[in-house]
């Protein structure tokens, strides 16, 4: 029978074929979940009782919640102070390394190792440089030079910028690689042309390498206030002994979902709280395209 | 000058890392980054402990597997929405690229009722399902078909090979360089995932690396020279694959990068 169609029939045929069980796997694993997750967000539910629908009840509890809107502030705070340091860390160092000719293979690898590590490993590893004397080596450092100790996760003003640095140290790799890609992609005779008319390197910068740079820096910028507003590993791995703590001075959103729903078996609230961040994510990448790309 | 030194300051913490693991218990405090009488005695003390080689080949397991699976699907997937022209081409396409908007913070907690609810809580499976997967292979796979002329198909085709035959034996060895990127991304992304292999597993002898590393490091007697050992063992075997493949990393992530 399949010999008898024609060779239009017979190209729809295969590519069907091929994409029958990706495209259940998409369905069943992507778009149900999706929807159901909207669903729950509208009901009540502890995994073990009955579930009730609630309408908005969720939502309302969630904009009453005093802990939510610590939680949503403390979610900005990682994106507005990680987004821009590592933005212009990268921006520094890629722009100088593009410059380097000697071993610069063996620096760049350097600025890229970070970013090949595991969430969870680092995080521990720092939680181990914070520690109070004798156990942190910043401490001990510290101390070996007389200067009084600092108490790094323990403080609820220090915790969250010592949680956020090494979720910024291990991104930068990616961002100064991506940087160097888009550098090299200015052609090197708008630099010859400035230079033949005698302009420094700072109007270079300003004039033709940053608005040259434009999608690159897009991509950055969106990248990574995607990555911080999901922060979690970091913050959950550094904070086991009272996740989030001091006083959910560090608790980011996904944190307090993955407690809503594992730890307290709320999964409506829980699920309206997913909704919520799906909702900050679109809204976020919607402005920063829209910013970036005007003018 | 400057650039060498922030290179140094940015592998510290790897070289604290490896260093601590290196030490013995009453060194660790020492601040010098050369232990005084190295030691491997911490590795073979938590490998011993059966647990660590445990989780490290649950986390090799599932890498794996999942990379294979995502190779396969993903290149297929991308290949067909290239080369073939069929009605609905362009909807299937956009639906699955707009699953990228859809962060997976928001799709644990029905992954979790439907592994509950089939049987996949605390195994491999359940580990495993959601990221069999990704839009963001299918669509650099796509982007990568695209260099493929139409006509080495058609002059397969024209030899009598059948379109899974093309896919596989014309088509997918000129998209090496891509398959390689891909296959490092969701290799890295599976060895490194932990909230959803920390929602999915129960039982420690199924847990992966990091969620292991997480639980071990909170057990109150452990030192930090063997926590430090743990995140060694998580983070060297993808320090040396790095140092292998670099040029070819480096160039997967720009294409990466760049592409998506």
Redesign the interface.
Known sequence: MFKNLTIRQKQIAWAWAFLAVPVIFYVVIRFYPTGNAFVISFQEWNLLGTRSWTGLDNYVKLWNDPVFWKVFINTFEYLLIGTPISLLISFIIAYHLDKVRTAHGFLRMLYFLPFMTSAVAMAWVWRWFYQPVPTGLFNNMLASVGIPQIAFLNSTTNALPAVLAPAVWAGLGFQVIIFMAGLRAIPTSYYEAARIDGVGWWTQLTQITIPLLRPTIVFIVVFSSIGFLRIFDHVFNMTTNNPGGPLNATKPLVLMIYETAFSSFDMGYAAAQTVVLFLILLVVSLIQLRLLRSD | M???L???I??M??A??IS?SLKWPHE??N?NLIPEEPTIENYTYVLEDGRFYGWFVNSLIIAVLTTISNLF?DS??G??LCK????G?QI?FI??LS?L???T??????????SQSFGWLDTYWGIM??G??TAFG?FLMKQFFESVPDDFIEAARIDGLN??QI?WTVAMPLVRPALAALAIFVF?GN??A??WP??VTNSVELYT???G??GF??EADVA?EL??T???I??IP??IV??IF??FI?RG??MA??KG
Do not use: C, H, N
């Open positions: 400057l650039l060498f922030g290179g140094i940015m592998v913490p790897i604290y890392m601590t660790v405090y601040v699907f297929l997937v290949y067909t073939f022209k069929f009605p081409r299937v639906a699955i699953t908007m859809i962060p913070e928001m799709l644990v907690i029905p992954w979790y009722l439907m399902f959601p069999l997967m299918v379109e899974f896919w890295l060895w490194t932990f909230l920390l929602i690396l990091p969620v590393l997480s490091g909170d930090w926590i430090m743990g995140a060694a998580s983070t993808t320090l790095f140092l670099q040029r480096i992530v720009v990068g760049l």
